[in-house]
């Protein structure tokens, strides 16, 4: 989430965690977990396409900031506890 803020595409594994925090093509690359290959050839791709890695920086900010802001992830979390009071 802090790279994406900052701007940063992702490539990462296709994994808990990271596939909750990647909006998947629009702000990064997932891959097979353990696919290395794969990630290597993401980030090369990344790399050389300055057009796409703008794209996905600038996708990445906005997916954060609707997605993750802190009274949204707040929320959401009073949602899960308010729904286990008996």
Same mark, same amino acid.
């Given at each position: 989430? /802090?790279?994406?803020?900052?701007?940063?595409? %992702?490539? *990462?594994?296709?994994? !808990? *965690?990271?596939?909750?925090?990647?909006? /998947?093509? #629009?702000?990064?690359?997932? +891959?097979? %977990?353990?696919? !290395? &290959?794969?990630?290597?050839? *993401? %980030? &090369?791709?990344?790399? &050389?396409?300055?057009?796409?890695?703008?794209?996905? *920086?600038?996708?990445?900010?906005?997916?954060?900031?609707? #997605?993750? &802001?802190?009274?949204?992830?707040?929320?959401?979390?009073?949602? +899960?506890?308010?729904?286990?009071? +008996?």
């Amino acid at each position: 989430l /802090e790279a994406q803020l900052c701007g940063v595409p %992702i490539v *990462g594994f296709r994994a !808990t *965690g990271t596939i909750d925090a990647v909006d /998947e093509p #629009n702000t990064g690359l997932l +891959v097979e %977990i353990g696919d !290395t &290959a794969a990630l290597a050839a *993401g %980030i &090369a791709r990344l790399l &050389a396409d300055d057009d796409l890695r703008r794209t996905m *920086g600038r996708a990445g900010q906005d997916w954060v900031r609707s #997605n993750f &802001a802190q009274q949204r992830v707040w929320a959401a979390l009073d949602e +899960v506890y308010q729904s286990l009071v +008996v």
